[in-house]
Each structure stands twice: as structure tokens, then as C-alpha cells.
């Protein structure tokens, strides 16, 4: 019963600010004064304060908005790790099979040059008698001695 008379009074007093206005002749102004003073009786008068005052002291309905909000937290957190992981299972599934046809043998997919057996023969590598690791070091020897290292 208070709800309703204190949203009554607001509305009055909303309506009057808007009547000020619009004799001062800022009548948008007013209009959108007026439309703001209007929500709190239409609020009491489809019932929603009185479910709100109801659902305020109800014990039962804070129960309820709290599941609501574990609910919500849930989803959020699965979400949030679904998006580091990279997509759902069925798509992390598809994504590995996919690795898996692309790292298929190499050999099996080497591509012909283009010539018979005998024609196509690999050359070979180098010579066994070259150095491979015994590079010639002698610029970088006779920068170090100049600093004397």
C-alpha cells in the first residue's frame, strides 16, 4: 500500500515538473519529462510493485535468483574455457583428424621428376674425402688475435 502512494506521488510531482516545462515553452523536453513521470503508475497499475514488494521478503525467491546466478556463472565459465581450448570436442576432433591426414608419409606423396627409373637417379651427396665440418676459419682466427683473445 505505501509502494503505491510513494509511486503515486512520484508521478504527480514528475507530471507538475513537466507541466512547468512546457509552459516554458521547452515542450520535447516535456513530453519526455511527462513519459518518465508515467512509469511508476503504469507500474502499479499492471501489479509489478506488488510482485516486486511479494518477491522482496520471499525467502523462496532469493533462493531462486540465486541458482539462477550459479546457473549463469556456470555457463559463462564453460564458455570461457571452451574458447582457450579452441572450439567444441567435435571440432578439436575434426581439427586433429585432419592433422593427422596432412602428416600422412612424406614418401608416399614425394613427387615424381618427371623422367623413367634409370633417368631420375639422386645425385649424390658430397664426396666423403670433403670436410664438412672443418670450415675455413681464418678471418674470424685473425679478428680474435687482433683483440687479443
Known amino acids: 500500500m505505501i509502494a503505491e502512494t510513494v509511486c503515486s506521488a ?3 510531482a514528475g507530471l507538475g515538473i513537466a507541466a512547468v516545462t512546457a509552459y516554458r515553452r521547452r515542450f520535447l523536453a516535456a513530453a519526455r519529462i511527462a513519459a518518465y513521470a508515467l512509469i511508476p503508475v503504469g507500474l502499479v497499475m499492471t501489479g509489478i510493485v506488488e510482485w516486486l514488494a511479494d518477491t522482496a521478503f520471499s525467502p523462496t525467491a532469493w533462493a531462486g535468483f ?3 546466478g ?3 556463472v556456470l555457463f559463462m565459465t564453460t564458455r570461457a574455457v571452451e574458447r582457450r581450448r579452441g572450439g567444441t570436442r567435435k571440432e578439436r576432433k575434426e581439427a586433429r583428424a585432419a592433422a593427422q591426414r596432412e602428416t600422412a608419409a612424406p ?3 614425394r613427387p615424381s621428376l618427371g623422367g623413367s627409373g634409370a633417368s ?3 645425385r649424390p651427396a658430397r664426396p666423403a674425402s670433403a670436410p ?3 670450415e675455413d676459419f681464418s678471418d674470424i682466427e685473425a679478428i680474435l688475435k687482433k683483440h687479443g683473445i
Do not use: T
Open 10 to 12: 512520484v508521478s504527480a
Open 66 to 68: 540465486a541458482v539462477l
Open 70 to 72: 550459479v546457473a549463469w
Open 107 to 109: 614418401s608416399d606423396s
Open 120 to 122: 631420375a637417379a639422386p
Open 132 to 134: 664438412r665440418g672443418d
